[in-house]
């Protein structure tokens, strides 16, 4: 099982950047993103629940983050619009096999997204 998580990069602030979460060995309940930025401990961003394709996110990315699932290809991506540049930080995918709990047992690698002011 593994997940590889891709698409980290420089963006000017109210920029885009979408990045990608592939899964292989099996499909999960529930996929996420988190993230890690400078000095601060990671903290949940968005989540799906596959099958029913439900969201849930903080306020803070309301409105600009989506959370996208390509069910052929075993993937989720982040949308990242209207980027600030405290939306910096090391994002991280993550999936979890059951449905209804709240921590996540296989992580991706960090992808890093930089947002300049």
């Known amino acids: 099982v593994q997940l590889q998580a891709s698409g980290g990069g420089l963006v000017q602030a109210g920029g885009s950047l979408r990045l990608s979460c592939a899964a292989s060995?099996?499909?999960?309940?529930?996929y996420a993103w988190f993230r890690q930025a400078p000095g601060k401990e990671r903290e949940f961003v968005i989540g799906?629940?596959?099958?029913?394709?439900?969201?849930y996110y903080i306020d803070s990315v309301k409105g600009r983050f989506t959370i996208i699932r390509e069910i052929a290809k075993n993937t989720v991506y982040l949308q990242m619009n209207s980027l600030k540049p405290e939306d910096t930080a090391v994002y991280y995918c993550?999936?979890?096999?059951?449905?209804?709990?709240?921590?996540?047992?296989?992580w991706g690698q960090g992808t890093l997204v930089t947002v300049s002011s």
């Open positions: 993550a999936a979890d096999p059951v449905l209804f709990r709240t921590s996540y047992e296989y």
């Open positions: 060995g099996r499909t999960f309940s529930r």
């Open positions: 799906v629940r596959w099958e029913s394709g439900s969201t």
